[in-house]
């Protein structure tokens, strides 16, 4: 079956912890998305990447840190510098990278919770 | 400035009533595409619609239609004879092509309540 899955569906951390939420693809897709969604909100870009090895920062990345060595995975890391990280992330990607547009689909999405 | 527009937060119908959702954007690029996605009670975005600015033709999918009228800068969704299945969240996006990265800007949402 081809999609988008993310790991854990639910997260715990500590405050000043980091924590590294997992999105991984096998469509084949080019470009991969990072959202924040807060409670009766649109979702916030936190980064993208269109292409392996390269990424740029969304509208709220700071706090955060991606890495894109393979096709298929975009992890994000939640650092301590996040003044307030709980929140709903979701993963999405879209088969063209470069920039052109195209359709993107979601994974189901890691909740995450801090204590 | 906000791209995209839904006012209406929180919407409740009875099953069988149709619901129409306004999206209203904001863009100067000629060529942009609106898209429609349902967000259901377990969170993942599902993808229900793509339409650029030069197709202004309504469209039609079973219960589902979409209006987009470019004079009013509008791209509206209307469920017809609604289920409780429809019960969800429900985005509208807007992706520009002069930034040339697919950003989507989304809406708030508007959440749908169908009462059985």
Not at chain 1, 8 to 15: C, I, N, T, V
Not at chain 1, 59 to 88: C, H, M, W
Not at chain 2, 9 to 32: A, F
Not at chain 2, 89 to 112: H, I, M, P, T, W
Request: glycine content about 6%.
């Amino acid at each position: 079956d081809g999609g988008i899955t993310q790991s854990p569906k639910y997260l715990f951390r500590k405050e000043g912890q980091n924590v590294t939420l997992s999105c991984e693809q096998n469509l084949n897709h080019d470009a991969m998305y990072w959202y924040r969604q807060d409670p009766g909100q649109g979702l916030r870009l936190i980064y993208y990447s269109q292409i392996v090895n390269d990424f740029q920062k969304g509208d709220i990345a700071e706090g955060y840190s991606v890495s894109r060595e393979k096709k298929e995975s975009f992890p994000l890391t939640v650092t301590s510098a996040q003044k307030n990280p709980t929140a709903f992330y979701l993963c999405a990607s879209s088969r063209l990278g470069q920039g052109l547009t195209d359709t993107q689909y979601f994974g189901p999405g890691t909740r995450l919770t801090v204590l | 400035a906000q791209k995209v527009t839904q006012a209406q937060t929180e919407i409740s119908v009875v099953e069988k009533e149709d619901v129409t959702l306004d999206c209203v954007y904001e863009t100067r690029d000629t060529t942009y595409y609106l898209f429609w996605y349902k967000q259901p009670p377990s969170g993942e975005l599902v993808f229900l619609i793509r339409r650029n600015s030069f197709d202004e033709q309504n469209e039609i999918s079973g219960r589902y239609s979409w209006n987009f009228q470019k004079s009013t800068s509008s791209f509206n969704f209307t469920i017809t004879a609604s289920q409780v299945v429809d019960s969800a969240v429900y985005f509208c996006a807007l992706s520009e092509d002069s930034y040339g990265n697919n950003r989507l800007a989304f809406g708030k949402g508007n959440q749908v309540v169908v009462i059985p």
